[in-house]
């Protein structure tokens, strides 16, 4: 199985901090990676998938890139409801594989 | 919009079958991969599997000798059933909507769009 590394795992930041979240494949995966956010007690929800298209309905403050084997999620501003773990997936071969979650929280 | 809701025992006995049960309401069945992910406990995500609308199926190897999922389209749900539990299955379980992309010769389960609000399961004497 392809294993998915995310740095780091946990991060500090304050509201308006533009912050980077890495994750990097075992393999390379071309561009079959999305993220997802989940917040304590909720469902994980679909961020961006294709490594950087946007799913609808969430905000442009988000981006992502990168292909092969390195990624990297983007929140340009953060706001108060940003604060919750991040996953990166591959789904370039079976299993789908998810990164451990980096755990961002308030500063 | 679909909306995806799970539903089975809470409390499972070790050495027993864990069986859920994902509705999908709000649209078809059809035309997608239907999914189970499991979280430990304070843990991250595993896939278990998927099935897709026609049937065919694609296990986790490391659950694949324990791992049964089935759908049944008349109802618009689709199962999962885990072996052999142990304490280790202990686990939030969700049902999740995959996403299928298509090469120049295949397609594929990619990412998962849409998810339930997930059940715990606890497996304990």
């Known amino acids: 199985a392809i294993r998915m590394t995310q740095s780091p795992s946990s991060l500090s930041a304050s509201t308006g901090d533009r912050v980077t979240i890495t994750c990097r494949a075992s393999?390379?995966?071309?561009?079959?990676l999305a993220w997802y956010q989940q917040k304590p007690g909720k469902a994980p929800k679909l961020l961006i998938y294709a490594a950087s298209t946007l799913q609808s309905g969430v905000p442009s403050r988000f981006s992502g890139s990168g292909s092969g084997t390195d990624f990297t999620l983007t929140i340009s501003c953060l706001q108060s409801e940003d604060f919750a773990t991040y996953y990166c997936?591959?789904?370039?071969?079976?299993?789908?594989?998810f990164g451990q979650g980096t755990r961002l929280e308030i500063k | 919009q679909v909306q995806l809701q799970e539903s089975g025992p809470g409390l499972v006995k070790p050495s027993e079958t864990l069986s859920l049960t994902c509705t999908v309401s709000g649209g078809s069945i059809s035309s997608y991969y239907w999914s189970w992910i499991r979280q430990p406990p304070g843990k991250g995500l595993e896939w278990i599997g998927y099935?897709?609308?026609?049937?065919?199926?694609n296990y986790n190897p490391s659950l694949k000798s324990r791992v049964t999922i089935s759908v049944d389209t008349s109802k618009n749900q689709f199962s999962l059933k885990l072996s052999s539990v142990t304490a280790a299955d202990t686990a939030v379980y969700y049902c999740?909507?995959?996403?299928?992309?298509?090469?120049?010769?295949?397609?594929?389960?990619?990412?998962?769009?849409?998810w339930g609000k997930g059940t715990t399961v606890t497996v304990s004497s």
């Open positions: 099935i897709y609308y026609s049937g065919s199926t």
């Open positions: 393999q390379g995966i071309s561009s079959y």
């Open positions: 997936q591959q789904y370039y071969s079976y299993p789908p594989t």
């Open positions: 999740a909507r995959g996403v299928g992309y298509c090469s120049s010769t295949s397609c594929a389960h990619g990412y998962m769009d849409v």
